[in-house]
């Protein structure tokens, strides 16, 4: 058994540990200077980029249908602290400079979470599905993703009504593993948020259109069994394509999967390896 790190001695070290992370991105923030997006506008930009919606009581697994309930009361409080802001050339969104720390204190409550290889509660639950839902639009434009997290190695949940693909989510925990991208375009792009009984909303807008369309698509997607191990194999890719012309101008690997399965595997089809 290898010697425990220090915020794996007891639940004081833990959180020492965790305040020293976010104390130290602070710090990171004020020496590396960034632009960061601050201002809003209510007033829509004129172009739709593009929108996308996801469910927010989605079948996965076994999870409790409470901590569903709990999620979509956290989405409906941090929407708005993201909605109408407007990311202008140079600019880099960081999702916690706006949602900041989801405290109890402020209405949040236990949702959703995702531990190393299961799915957990705690406060604040369900911010995951609110960047998984604004990395998927941004997938959709020239933004440079600087900052960006995942659930590597792991597929939790089997494929009950999924809309994108497998891979293309997010893991964040505050502050210091954050979701950002930066606008290294010449025009400002706007974001808005929100919800409703049932789903999550994000519609992203622009002063002008843009000169290419992005789609994003997933190949040679199947399941192995390694050593006993069943495993996720596949392979996403982002397409960028003239409009003018309707030419793939290129076409760029975005994430390679190959993630341990960790619910039954009895329905699948496997390739042994």
Known sequence: MGRKLFCE???????????????SRHFQ???????????????????????????????????????QDNKAVNLALSTPKVSGILIRPGETFS??????????????????????????SGIGGGMCQFTNLIHWMVLHTPFEIVEHHHHDGVDLFPDYGRV???????????????????????QTYQLITYTDDTHLHGELYAEKEQPYSYHVKCEDDYFSREQGIVYRNSNIYQQVIDKQTGNE??????KKNHAK????????????K
Not at 103 to 118: A, F, R, S, T
Not at 261 to 272: A, C, F
């Open 164 to 186: 994108i693909p497998f891979g293309t989510g997010t893991s964040i925990v505050y502050n210091y593993m954050d979701y950002r991208f930066k606008n290294s375009s010449d």
């Open 249 to 254: 101008i290129k076409k760029v690997l975005i």
């Open 9 to 23: 001695i007891s639940p004081t070290t833990y959180k020492l540990s965790v305040y020293k992370n976010i104390i």
């Open 261 to 272: 399965v960790v619910y039954p595997t009895d329905h699948l089809t496997i390739i042994e």
């Open 95 to 120: 999702f916690w400079k706006l949602v900041g720390s989801c405290k109890e204190k402020d209405g949040y409550q236990e949702g959703l979470m995702i531990g190393k290889e299961e799915a957990i």
């Open 29 to 67: 923030d004020k020496l590396q200077k960034q632009r960061f997006a601050s201002k809003k506008e209510a007033e829509k930009l004129p172009v739709c980029i593009y929108k996308h919606s996801s469910l927010i009581r989605r079948k996965l697994g076994n999870v409790d249908q409470h901590l």
